[in-house]
Protein backbone atom coordinates (compact mmCIF):
# COMPACT_ATOMS: atom_id res chain seq x y z
CA UNK A 1 0.00 0.00 0.00
CA UNK A 2 1.50 3.53 -0.85
CA UNK A 3 2.20 6.03 1.26
CA UNK A 4 -0.62 8.09 -0.36
CA UNK A 5 -3.27 5.62 0.40
CA UNK A 6 -2.45 5.33 3.59
CA UNK A 7 -2.22 9.10 4.32
CA UNK A 8 -6.12 9.33 2.83
CA UNK A 9 -7.37 6.35 5.20
CA UNK A 10 -5.51 8.14 7.99
CA UNK A 11 -7.49 10.94 7.19
CA UNK A 12 -11.02 9.32 6.78
CA UNK A 13 -10.43 7.46 9.82
CA UNK A 14 -9.56 10.55 12.15
CA UNK A 15 -12.62 12.06 10.51
CA UNK A 16 -15.12 9.56 10.99
CA UNK A 17 -17.51 9.15 13.81
CA UNK A 18 -16.57 6.64 16.97
CA UNK A 19 -20.25 5.25 16.26
CA UNK A 20 -19.55 4.31 12.49
CA UNK A 21 -16.28 2.55 13.43
CA UNK A 22 -17.89 0.24 16.28
CA UNK A 23 -20.80 -0.56 13.93
CA UNK A 24 -18.15 -1.33 11.16
CA UNK A 25 -16.07 -3.61 14.09
CA UNK A 26 -19.97 -4.60 15.07
CA UNK A 27 -21.32 -5.90 11.73
CA UNK A 28 -18.51 -7.28 10.54
CA UNK A 29 -17.18 -10.29 8.20
CA UNK A 30 -13.48 -9.42 7.56
CA UNK A 31 -11.45 -12.54 9.24
CA UNK A 32 -8.88 -10.37 10.62
CA UNK A 33 -11.36 -7.93 12.48
CA UNK A 34 -12.72 -11.16 14.07
CA UNK A 35 -9.40 -12.75 14.57
CA UNK A 36 -8.85 -9.40 16.45
CA UNK A 37 -12.06 -9.55 18.34
CA UNK A 38 -11.68 -12.75 19.69
CA UNK A 39 -7.91 -11.88 20.62
CA UNK A 40 -9.24 -8.23 22.71
CA UNK A 41 -12.36 -10.74 24.29
CA UNK A 42 -9.84 -13.19 25.39
CA UNK A 43 -7.52 -11.09 27.13
CA UNK A 44 -10.63 -8.80 29.46
CA UNK A 45 -11.21 -12.39 30.50
CA UNK A 46 -7.80 -13.04 30.79
CA UNK A 47 -7.34 -9.97 33.48
CA UNK A 48 -11.10 -11.47 34.72
CA UNK A 49 -9.71 -14.98 35.23
CA UNK A 50 -6.22 -13.74 36.82
CA UNK A 51 -8.19 -11.28 39.08
CA UNK A 52 -10.15 -14.86 39.98
CA UNK A 53 -6.99 -16.69 40.49
CA UNK A 54 -5.18 -14.15 42.93
CA UNK A 55 -8.23 -14.22 44.63
CA UNK A 56 -7.41 -17.90 45.44
CA UNK A 57 -3.86 -17.53 45.98
CA UNK A 58 -4.10 -15.14 48.58
CA UNK A 59 -6.72 -17.19 50.86
CA UNK A 60 -4.43 -20.01 50.84
CA UNK A 61 -1.34 -17.61 51.56
CA UNK A 62 -1.86 -18.28 55.27
CA UNK A 63 -3.69 -21.19 57.46
CA UNK A 64 -6.70 -20.30 58.56
CA UNK A 65 -7.15 -17.13 56.48
CA UNK A 66 -10.42 -15.51 56.01
CA UNK A 67 -9.76 -13.51 52.95
CA UNK A 68 -13.13 -15.16 51.55
CA UNK A 69 -15.41 -17.36 52.54
CA UNK A 70 -15.68 -20.39 51.46
CA UNK A 71 -18.63 -19.92 49.50
CA UNK A 72 -16.83 -17.10 47.38
CA UNK A 73 -13.60 -19.30 46.99
CA UNK A 74 -16.17 -22.27 45.31
CA UNK A 75 -17.55 -19.55 42.96
CA UNK A 76 -13.97 -18.05 42.15
CA UNK A 77 -12.66 -21.63 41.64
CA UNK A 78 -15.65 -22.86 39.13
CA UNK A 79 -15.57 -19.43 37.51
CA UNK A 80 -11.28 -19.09 37.66
CA UNK A 81 -11.03 -22.81 35.37
CA UNK A 82 -14.66 -22.05 33.17
CA UNK A 83 -13.21 -18.56 32.16
CA UNK A 84 -9.51 -19.68 31.51
CA UNK A 85 -10.28 -22.77 29.59
CA UNK A 86 -13.63 -21.68 27.70
CA UNK A 87 -13.28 -18.17 27.31
CA UNK A 88 -9.50 -17.63 27.13
CA UNK A 89 -7.67 -20.12 25.73
CA UNK A 90 -10.28 -21.25 23.44
CA UNK A 91 -11.31 -17.73 21.80
CA UNK A 92 -7.14 -16.59 21.74
CA UNK A 93 -6.40 -19.79 19.97
CA UNK A 94 -9.51 -19.25 17.42
CA UNK A 95 -8.30 -15.38 16.90
CA UNK A 96 -5.02 -16.18 15.90
CA UNK A 97 -6.23 -19.09 13.60
CA UNK A 98 -8.83 -16.30 12.01
CA UNK A 99 -5.91 -13.87 11.51
CA UNK A 100 -3.42 -15.85 10.04
CA UNK A 101 -4.66 -19.00 8.10
CA UNK A 102 -6.44 -17.14 5.42
CA UNK A 103 -3.19 -15.24 5.00
CA UNK A 104 -0.82 -17.87 5.46
CA UNK A 105 -2.48 -20.20 2.80
CA UNK A 106 -3.08 -17.50 0.09
CA UNK A 107 -6.63 -16.69 0.48
CA UNK A 108 -8.43 -13.63 0.77
CA UNK A 109 -10.76 -14.71 3.59
CA UNK A 110 -11.91 -17.66 5.42
CA UNK A 111 -14.83 -19.87 3.31
CA UNK A 112 -18.13 -18.85 5.07
CA UNK A 113 -17.39 -15.14 6.23
CA UNK A 114 -20.92 -15.05 7.76
CA UNK A 115 -20.40 -18.23 10.15
CA UNK A 116 -17.26 -16.71 10.90
CA UNK A 117 -19.01 -13.77 12.19
CA UNK A 118 -21.56 -15.67 13.94
CA UNK A 119 -19.25 -17.84 15.83
CA UNK A 120 -17.68 -15.01 17.09
CA UNK A 121 -20.87 -13.51 18.81
CA UNK A 122 -22.41 -16.73 20.07
CA UNK A 123 -18.95 -17.69 21.87
CA UNK A 124 -18.68 -13.88 23.05
CA UNK A 125 -22.66 -14.49 24.23
CA UNK A 126 -21.50 -17.38 26.43
CA UNK A 127 -18.66 -15.93 28.60
CA UNK A 128 -20.87 -12.92 28.90
CA UNK A 129 -23.71 -14.78 30.03
CA UNK A 130 -22.12 -17.18 32.37
CA UNK A 131 -20.37 -13.41 34.06
CA UNK A 132 -23.59 -12.44 34.25
CA UNK A 133 -24.88 -15.00 37.07
CA UNK A 134 -22.19 -13.56 39.05
CA UNK A 135 -23.07 -9.97 38.27
CA UNK A 136 -26.87 -9.94 37.95
CA UNK A 137 -27.83 -9.84 41.83
CA UNK A 138 -29.91 -11.95 43.74
CA UNK A 139 -33.22 -12.58 42.07
CA UNK A 140 -32.45 -10.42 39.44
CA UNK A 141 -33.97 -12.82 36.41
CA UNK A 142 -33.30 -15.82 38.04
CA UNK A 143 -29.08 -15.31 38.46
CA UNK A 144 -28.61 -15.57 41.93
CA UNK A 145 -24.89 -15.67 42.09
CA UNK A 146 -21.93 -17.13 40.07
CA UNK A 147 -22.08 -21.06 40.01
CA UNK A 148 -19.84 -23.19 42.81
CA UNK A 149 -19.45 -26.48 41.04
CA UNK A 150 -16.14 -26.82 39.74
CA UNK A 151 -15.72 -25.91 36.50
CA UNK A 152 -16.20 -29.86 35.67
CA UNK A 153 -19.26 -29.87 36.93
CA UNK A 154 -19.55 -32.93 38.59
CA UNK A 155 -22.43 -34.87 39.59
CA UNK A 156 -23.96 -34.54 42.13
CA UNK A 157 -22.77 -31.09 42.49
CA UNK A 158 -24.52 -29.55 39.65
CA UNK A 159 -27.90 -31.09 40.31
CA UNK A 160 -31.20 -29.42 41.56
CA UNK A 161 -30.61 -30.82 44.89
CA UNK A 162 -26.81 -29.73 45.42
CA UNK A 163 -27.35 -26.37 43.15
CA UNK A 164 -31.19 -25.76 43.36
CA UNK A 165 -30.92 -22.10 42.20
CA UNK A 166 -30.63 -20.80 38.21
CA UNK A 167 -26.61 -20.25 38.28
CA UNK A 168 -26.07 -23.92 37.18
CA UNK A 169 -28.00 -23.18 34.35
CA UNK A 170 -26.55 -20.34 33.05
CA UNK A 171 -22.60 -22.00 33.52
CA UNK A 172 -24.95 -24.74 31.25
CA UNK A 173 -25.77 -22.54 28.95
CA UNK A 174 -23.26 -20.59 28.61
CA UNK A 175 -21.10 -23.00 27.89
CA UNK A 176 -23.34 -25.01 25.06
CA UNK A 177 -23.38 -21.32 23.41
CA UNK A 178 -19.71 -21.47 22.98
CA UNK A 179 -19.56 -25.18 22.06
CA UNK A 180 -21.40 -24.20 19.00
CA UNK A 181 -19.54 -21.73 18.48
CA UNK A 182 -16.75 -23.35 18.91
CA UNK A 183 -17.80 -26.01 16.37
CA UNK A 184 -18.81 -23.91 13.88
CA UNK A 185 -15.37 -22.52 14.11
CA UNK A 186 -14.14 -25.32 13.81
CA UNK A 187 -15.87 -26.34 10.67
CA UNK A 188 -14.86 -23.21 8.51
CA UNK A 189 -11.15 -23.17 9.36
CA UNK A 190 -11.19 -26.87 7.76
CA UNK A 191 -13.10 -25.76 4.76
CA UNK A 192 -10.88 -23.03 4.50
CA UNK A 193 -7.86 -25.03 4.85
CA UNK A 194 -9.12 -27.70 2.43
CA UNK A 195 -10.31 -25.53 0.07
CA UNK A 196 -8.64 -22.39 -0.33
CA UNK A 197 -5.23 -22.94 -0.40
CA UNK A 198 -3.82 -20.74 -3.33
CA UNK A 199 -2.33 -22.40 -6.57
CA UNK A 200 0.91 -24.13 -6.00
CA UNK A 201 0.33 -24.93 -2.59
CA UNK A 202 0.04 -28.38 -2.08
CA UNK A 203 -0.91 -30.01 1.62
CA UNK A 204 3.15 -30.74 1.75
CA UNK A 205 3.58 -27.45 0.88
CA UNK A 206 1.20 -25.80 3.57
CA UNK A 207 2.85 -23.71 6.70
CA UNK A 208 2.94 -26.19 9.64
CA UNK A 209 0.75 -23.69 11.86
CA UNK A 210 -2.19 -24.07 8.67
CA UNK A 211 -1.62 -27.97 9.11
CA UNK A 212 -1.56 -27.67 12.75
CA UNK A 213 -4.79 -25.48 13.21
CA UNK A 214 -6.70 -28.23 10.29
CA UNK A 215 -6.17 -30.70 13.36
CA UNK A 216 -6.48 -29.20 15.65
CA UNK A 217 -10.53 -28.05 14.33
CA UNK A 218 -10.92 -31.67 13.88
CA UNK A 219 -10.56 -32.31 17.15
CA UNK A 220 -12.51 -29.57 18.41
CA UNK A 221 -15.61 -31.81 16.33
CA UNK A 222 -14.93 -35.19 18.08
CA UNK A 223 -14.04 -33.24 21.54
CA UNK A 224 -16.83 -30.26 21.86
CA UNK A 225 -19.81 -32.79 20.65
CA UNK A 226 -19.58 -34.77 23.59
CA UNK A 227 -19.51 -31.99 26.30
CA UNK A 228 -22.61 -30.36 23.98
CA UNK A 229 -24.33 -33.70 24.67
CA UNK A 230 -23.25 -34.15 28.42
CA UNK A 231 -24.90 -30.19 29.31
CA UNK A 232 -28.11 -31.28 27.17
CA UNK A 233 -28.66 -34.41 29.61
CA UNK A 234 -27.59 -32.11 32.57
CA UNK A 235 -30.72 -29.70 31.41
CA UNK A 236 -32.57 -32.74 31.14
CA UNK A 237 -31.83 -34.25 34.61
CA UNK A 238 -32.75 -30.23 36.42
CA UNK A 239 -35.69 -29.58 34.79
CA UNK A 240 -37.47 -32.82 32.47
CA UNK A 241 -36.91 -35.41 35.31
CA UNK A 242 -33.84 -37.28 32.93
CA UNK A 243 -31.93 -38.57 35.87
CA UNK A 244 -29.25 -39.64 33.55
CA UNK A 245 -26.46 -38.51 36.19
CA UNK A 246 -29.09 -39.23 39.53
CA UNK A 247 -27.62 -42.40 40.97
CA UNK A 248 -31.11 -42.54 43.04
CA UNK A 249 -33.15 -43.09 40.66
CA UNK A 250 -30.47 -45.30 38.45
CA UNK A 251 -28.71 -43.19 36.76
CA UNK A 252 -24.43 -42.62 36.81
CA UNK A 253 -22.93 -40.33 38.12
CA UNK A 254 -19.66 -41.84 36.64
CA UNK A 255 -21.13 -41.01 33.06
CA UNK A 256 -20.73 -37.46 33.56
CA UNK A 257 -17.29 -38.13 34.03
CA UNK A 258 -16.97 -40.17 30.98
CA UNK A 259 -18.13 -37.10 29.22
CA UNK A 260 -16.59 -34.41 30.23
CA UNK A 261 -13.19 -35.92 30.46
CA UNK A 262 -14.12 -37.59 26.98
CA UNK A 263 -14.15 -33.77 25.99
CA UNK A 264 -11.55 -32.66 28.84
CA UNK A 265 -8.51 -34.48 27.71
CA UNK A 266 -8.40 -33.74 23.92
CA UNK A 267 -8.81 -30.38 24.91
CA UNK A 268 -5.07 -30.03 26.41
CA UNK A 269 -4.24 -30.74 22.85
CA UNK A 270 -6.95 -28.36 21.41
CA UNK A 271 -5.32 -25.71 22.95
CA UNK A 272 -1.76 -27.14 22.89
CA UNK A 273 -1.36 -27.70 19.55
CA UNK A 274 -1.70 -24.49 18.06
CA UNK A 275 1.13 -23.75 20.46
CA UNK A 276 2.76 -26.34 18.89
CA UNK A 277 2.42 -24.40 15.75
CA UNK A 278 3.70 -20.86 16.99
CA UNK A 279 6.86 -22.71 17.89
CA UNK A 280 6.82 -24.26 14.79
CA UNK A 281 6.61 -21.09 13.34
CA UNK A 282 8.91 -18.50 15.53
CA UNK A 283 11.61 -21.18 16.10
CA UNK A 284 12.55 -21.86 12.01
CA UNK A 285 12.69 -17.95 11.89
CA UNK A 286 15.51 -17.09 14.80
CA UNK A 287 17.04 -19.87 14.24
CA UNK A 288 17.69 -18.82 10.37
CA UNK A 289 16.85 -22.55 9.74
CA UNK A 290 14.24 -24.31 8.05
CA UNK A 291 12.18 -26.39 10.59
CA UNK A 292 13.68 -30.22 11.33
CA UNK A 293 11.84 -32.96 9.63
CA UNK A 294 8.83 -31.27 8.44
CA UNK A 295 7.10 -34.35 7.45
CA UNK A 296 7.72 -35.83 11.49
CA UNK A 297 6.16 -32.59 12.33
CA UNK A 298 3.24 -33.50 10.26
CA UNK A 299 2.79 -37.16 11.30
CA UNK A 300 3.56 -36.60 14.62
CA UNK A 301 0.84 -34.02 15.10
CA UNK A 302 -1.71 -36.40 13.40
CA UNK A 303 -0.26 -39.26 16.23
CA UNK A 304 -0.98 -37.13 19.21
CA UNK A 305 -4.53 -35.92 18.04
CA UNK A 306 -5.41 -39.83 16.97
CA UNK A 307 -4.09 -40.87 20.45
CA UNK A 308 -5.51 -38.68 22.29
CA UNK A 309 -8.51 -38.98 21.95
CA UNK A 310 -8.25 -42.88 23.67
CA UNK A 311 -6.81 -41.51 26.80
CA UNK A 312 -8.94 -39.79 29.02
CA UNK A 313 -9.83 -41.66 31.91
CA UNK A 314 -6.58 -41.15 33.44
CA UNK A 315 -8.28 -38.41 34.86
CA UNK A 316 -10.82 -41.10 36.67
CA UNK A 317 -8.13 -43.21 38.18
CA UNK A 318 -9.07 -42.81 41.59
CA UNK A 319 -12.69 -43.59 41.01
CA UNK A 320 -12.22 -47.13 41.13
CA UNK A 321 -12.40 -48.97 37.60
CA UNK A 322 -11.00 -52.34 36.86
CA UNK A 323 -7.44 -53.34 36.38
CA UNK A 324 -8.49 -53.31 32.37
CA UNK A 325 -9.42 -49.89 32.10
CA UNK A 326 -6.70 -48.83 34.52
CA UNK A 327 -4.21 -50.65 32.16
CA UNK A 328 -5.70 -49.69 28.68
CA UNK A 329 -5.40 -46.16 29.99
CA UNK A 330 -2.20 -46.04 31.17
CA UNK A 331 -0.88 -47.34 28.08
CA UNK A 332 -2.19 -44.73 26.12
CA UNK A 333 -1.57 -41.83 27.96
CA UNK A 334 2.20 -43.19 28.06
CA UNK A 335 2.22 -43.66 24.36
CA UNK A 336 0.51 -40.09 23.41
CA UNK A 337 4.39 -39.07 25.08
CA UNK A 338 6.26 -40.66 22.32
CA UNK A 339 4.80 -38.00 19.42
CA UNK A 340 4.76 -35.08 21.57
CA UNK A 341 8.83 -35.97 22.05
CA UNK A 342 9.36 -36.41 18.43
CA UNK A 343 8.61 -32.60 18.12
CA UNK A 344 10.57 -31.47 21.09
CA UNK A 345 13.33 -33.33 19.17
CA UNK A 346 12.16 -31.39 15.85
CA UNK A 347 12.49 -28.15 17.69
CA UNK A 348 15.59 -28.84 19.21
CA UNK A 349 17.06 -30.11 15.67
CA UNK A 350 16.36 -26.56 14.33
CA UNK A 351 17.80 -25.05 16.42
CA UNK A 352 21.23 -26.71 16.65
CA UNK A 353 23.73 -25.70 14.04
CA UNK A 354 21.46 -22.25 13.64
CA UNK A 355 22.30 -19.04 13.61
CA UNK A 356 20.01 -18.15 17.26
CA UNK A 357 18.52 -14.77 17.49
CA UNK A 358 17.39 -14.11 21.31
CA UNK A 359 14.37 -11.81 20.31
CA UNK A 360 11.53 -11.80 22.54
CA UNK A 361 9.70 -13.83 20.67
CA UNK A 362 12.00 -16.49 20.44
CA UNK A 363 12.75 -16.42 24.43
CA UNK A 364 9.15 -17.37 24.85
CA UNK A 365 9.64 -20.44 23.06
CA UNK A 366 12.77 -21.78 24.66
CA UNK A 367 10.80 -21.18 27.47
CA UNK A 368 7.64 -23.17 25.96
CA UNK A 369 10.00 -26.30 25.07
CA UNK A 370 11.54 -26.30 28.37
CA UNK A 371 8.56 -26.06 30.62
CA UNK A 372 6.61 -28.08 27.95
CA UNK A 373 8.79 -30.81 28.48
CA UNK A 374 8.80 -30.82 32.31
CA UNK A 375 4.99 -31.05 32.14
CA UNK A 376 4.98 -34.18 29.79
CA UNK A 377 7.38 -35.97 32.33
CA UNK A 378 5.21 -35.11 35.55
CA UNK A 379 1.92 -36.03 32.88
CA UNK A 380 4.02 -39.76 32.10
CA UNK A 381 4.33 -39.75 36.00
CA UNK A 382 0.40 -39.53 36.86
CA UNK A 383 -0.16 -41.96 33.37
CA UNK A 384 0.84 -44.95 36.60
CA UNK A 385 -2.69 -45.52 38.23
CA UNK A 386 -0.81 -46.34 41.29
CA UNK A 387 0.99 -43.17 41.53
CA UNK A 388 -2.13 -41.42 40.02
CA UNK A 389 -3.90 -43.33 43.34
CA UNK A 390 -1.88 -41.47 45.60
CA UNK A 391 -1.62 -38.18 43.97
CA UNK A 392 -4.78 -37.68 42.27
CA UNK A 393 -6.30 -35.96 44.47
CA UNK A 394 -3.44 -33.65 46.00
CA UNK A 395 -2.25 -29.85 44.65
CA UNK A 396 0.87 -32.35 42.71
CA UNK A 397 -2.08 -32.36 39.90
CA UNK A 398 -2.83 -28.60 40.04
CA UNK A 399 0.86 -28.04 39.38
CA UNK A 400 1.05 -30.34 36.68
CA UNK A 401 -1.69 -29.17 34.92
CA UNK A 402 -0.69 -25.76 35.38
CA UNK A 403 2.64 -26.39 33.59
CA UNK A 404 0.63 -27.26 30.27
CA UNK A 405 -1.40 -24.34 30.51
CA UNK A 406 0.72 -21.83 31.67
CA UNK A 407 3.96 -22.98 31.19
CA UNK A 408 3.30 -24.80 27.98
CA UNK A 409 0.40 -22.77 26.16
CA UNK A 410 0.65 -19.52 27.78
CA UNK A 411 4.36 -18.86 26.84
CA UNK A 412 3.60 -19.97 23.29
CA UNK A 413 0.80 -17.45 23.19
CA UNK A 414 3.17 -14.47 24.27
CA UNK A 415 5.51 -15.64 22.03
CA UNK A 416 2.91 -15.76 19.03
CA UNK A 417 1.71 -11.71 20.32
CA UNK A 418 5.29 -10.45 19.86
CA UNK A 419 5.97 -12.26 16.83
CA UNK A 420 2.56 -10.85 14.87
CA UNK A 421 1.46 -8.32 16.80
CA UNK A 422 4.04 -6.20 14.36
CA UNK A 423 1.58 -7.71 11.25
CA UNK A 424 -1.34 -7.15 12.89
CA UNK A 425 -1.02 -3.43 14.10
CA UNK A 426 1.99 -2.49 11.75
CA UNK A 427 3.82 -1.56 14.70
CA UNK A 428 6.71 -3.60 16.78
CA UNK A 429 6.36 -4.50 20.44
CA UNK A 430 8.93 -2.85 22.39
CA UNK A 431 11.91 -5.14 22.70
CA UNK A 432 12.71 -3.71 26.49
CA UNK A 433 9.31 -4.44 28.22
CA UNK A 434 9.22 -7.87 26.29
CA UNK A 435 12.34 -9.03 28.10
CA UNK A 436 11.66 -7.21 30.78
CA UNK A 437 7.73 -9.30 30.55
CA UNK A 438 9.44 -12.45 29.99
CA UNK A 439 12.11 -12.83 32.81
CA UNK A 440 9.39 -11.55 35.32
CA UNK A 441 7.08 -14.03 33.94
CA UNK A 442 9.54 -16.57 33.80
CA UNK A 443 10.30 -16.22 37.43
CA UNK A 444 6.81 -15.87 38.88
CA UNK A 445 5.99 -18.91 36.80
CA UNK A 446 8.65 -20.95 38.60
CA UNK A 447 8.57 -19.79 41.85
CA UNK A 448 5.00 -20.58 41.82
CA UNK A 449 4.28 -23.83 40.05
CA UNK A 450 7.71 -25.70 40.91
CA UNK A 451 6.90 -24.91 44.57
CA UNK A 452 3.07 -25.99 44.32
CA UNK A 453 4.43 -29.69 43.38
CA UNK A 454 5.56 -29.98 46.87
CA UNK A 455 3.00 -29.41 48.88
CA UNK A 456 0.73 -31.79 46.73
CA UNK A 457 4.00 -34.55 47.64
CA UNK A 458 3.37 -33.71 51.17
CA UNK A 459 -0.39 -34.57 51.07
CA UNK A 460 -2.04 -31.03 50.70
CA UNK A 461 -5.68 -31.90 49.10
CA UNK A 462 -6.82 -29.87 46.08
CA UNK A 463 -9.96 -28.03 45.96
CA UNK A 464 -9.65 -26.70 49.71
CA UNK A 465 -10.89 -23.51 51.44
CA UNK A 466 -8.31 -23.74 53.91
CA UNK A 467 -5.67 -25.62 55.68
CA UNK A 468 -4.31 -26.60 59.47
CA UNK A 469 -1.01 -25.07 60.28
CA UNK A 470 2.13 -27.19 61.12
CA UNK A 471 1.67 -29.66 58.05
CA UNK A 472 4.83 -28.24 55.80
CA UNK A 473 2.49 -26.40 53.50
CA UNK A 474 2.68 -22.68 55.58
CA UNK A 475 6.54 -21.40 53.63
CA UNK A 476 5.26 -23.23 50.28
CA UNK A 477 2.01 -21.49 49.82
CA UNK A 478 3.39 -18.02 51.10
CA UNK A 479 6.06 -18.44 48.12
CA UNK A 480 3.41 -20.21 45.57
CA UNK A 481 1.44 -16.67 46.45
CA UNK A 482 4.22 -14.24 45.86
CA UNK A 483 4.78 -16.10 42.65
CA UNK A 484 1.54 -15.06 41.62
CA UNK A 485 1.90 -11.87 42.10
CA UNK A 486 4.82 -11.86 40.19
CA UNK A 487 3.19 -13.11 37.57
CA UNK A 488 0.70 -10.37 37.81
CA UNK A 489 3.40 -7.70 37.77
CA UNK A 490 4.85 -9.31 34.27
CA UNK A 491 1.36 -9.28 32.32
CA UNK A 492 0.70 -5.96 33.63
CA UNK A 493 4.05 -5.16 31.70
CA UNK A 494 2.54 -6.74 29.10
CA UNK A 495 -0.47 -4.99 28.51
CA UNK A 496 1.63 -1.91 28.83
CA UNK A 497 3.88 -2.56 26.04
CA UNK A 498 0.44 -3.77 24.26
CA UNK A 499 -1.12 -0.48 24.69
CA UNK A 500 2.32 1.65 24.33
CA UNK A 501 3.53 0.46 21.10
CA UNK A 502 0.10 0.46 19.56
CA UNK A 503 0.75 4.32 19.65
CA UNK A 504 4.28 5.19 19.84
CA UNK A 505 6.20 1.76 18.90
CA UNK A 506 8.24 1.53 16.16
CA UNK A 507 6.62 1.38 12.72
CA UNK A 508 6.86 -2.23 11.48
CA UNK A 509 7.20 -2.51 7.99
CA UNK A 510 5.85 -5.69 5.76
CA UNK A 511 8.46 -7.82 6.86
CA UNK A 512 10.43 -7.06 10.25
CA UNK A 513 11.64 -10.55 11.26
CA UNK A 514 13.03 -11.65 7.31
CA UNK A 515 10.40 -14.09 7.37
CA UNK A 516 9.16 -16.75 4.65
CA UNK A 517 5.81 -17.31 4.75
CA UNK A 518 2.76 -15.58 2.69
CA UNK A 519 1.66 -13.10 5.30
CA UNK A 520 5.06 -11.20 5.59
CA UNK A 521 4.38 -10.49 1.84
CA UNK A 522 1.62 -7.77 2.52
CA UNK A 523 1.56 -4.96 4.22
CA UNK A 524 1.37 -4.47 8.50
CA UNK A 525 -1.33 -4.48 8.87
CA UNK A 526 -3.00 -6.35 5.31
CA UNK A 527 -5.18 -4.51 3.00
CA UNK A 528 -9.28 -5.47 3.58
CA UNK A 529 -9.00 -7.70 0.60
CA UNK A 530 -5.42 -9.50 1.87
CA UNK A 531 -3.84 -10.29 -1.69
CA UNK A 532 -3.57 -7.34 -4.60
CA UNK A 533 -3.90 -10.85 -6.81
CA UNK A 534 -3.74 -14.43 -5.32
CA UNK A 535 -0.13 -15.45 -5.27
CA UNK A 536 1.30 -18.72 -6.56
CA UNK A 537 3.73 -20.92 -4.40
CA UNK A 538 6.38 -23.59 -5.44
CA UNK A 539 7.96 -24.16 -2.10
CA UNK A 540 7.38 -24.56 1.68
CA UNK A 541 8.90 -20.92 1.91
CA UNK A 542 7.47 -18.92 -0.88
CA UNK A 543 8.66 -14.99 0.15
CA UNK A 544 11.93 -16.63 1.10
CA UNK A 545 11.95 -17.99 -2.49
CA UNK A 546 11.20 -14.49 -3.48
CA UNK A 547 14.03 -13.16 -1.33
CA UNK A 548 16.80 -15.42 -1.89
CA UNK A 549 16.57 -16.73 -4.90
CA UNK A 550 20.60 -17.79 -4.75
CA UNK A 551 19.76 -19.61 -1.85
CA UNK A 552 20.43 -23.23 -2.74
CA UNK A 553 17.93 -24.89 -0.34
CA UNK A 554 15.46 -22.23 -0.91
CA UNK A 555 13.33 -24.35 -3.59
CA UNK A 556 13.07 -27.50 -1.45
CA UNK A 557 10.05 -29.89 -0.95
Known amino acids: MSSDAIAIQTAEAVGRPWVATLHEWVTTVDHKRLGVLYILYALFFLVIGGIEATIMRVQL ?43 MIGARDMAFPRLNAFSFWLTA ?129 TLWMHFFWIFGHPEVYVLIIPCFAFASEIIPVFSRKPIFGYPVMVGATVCIAFVSLSVWAHHMFTIGMNSYANSFFTITTMAVGVPTGIKIF ?45 LGGS ?27 PKITGRMLNEGLGKL ?23 MPRRIYTYEPGRGWDTLNFLVTIGAFVQGIATLVFVANLVISYFKGAEAGNDPWDAWTLEWSVSSPPADYNFASIPRV ?11 PEDPDSHYE
Not at 130 to 156: E, K, M, T
Not at 348 to 355: A, C, F, I, S
Not at 538 to 548: E, I, Q, T
Open 346 to 390: NWLGTMWGGKIQFRTPMLFCIGFLFQFLIAGLTGIMLASSPFDWQ
Open 125 to 253: FGGLLLYFSLVGGSGLYGAGNAPDVGWWAYAPLASRAFSPGHSSDYWTIALLASGFGSIATAINIIATIISMRCPGMTLSRMPLLAWMNLVMSGMVLLAISPLSAAQIMLLADRYLGGHFFDTQAGGSA
Open 437 to 459: HFWLFLIGFHLTFDLMHIPGLLG
Open 395 to 421: YFVVAHFHYVIVGGILFALFGAFYYWY
Open 538 to 548: SSRRPLWDLKH
Open 61 to 103: MHPHNDFVSPQVFNRMFTMHGTTMIFFVAMPILFGFANYLVPL
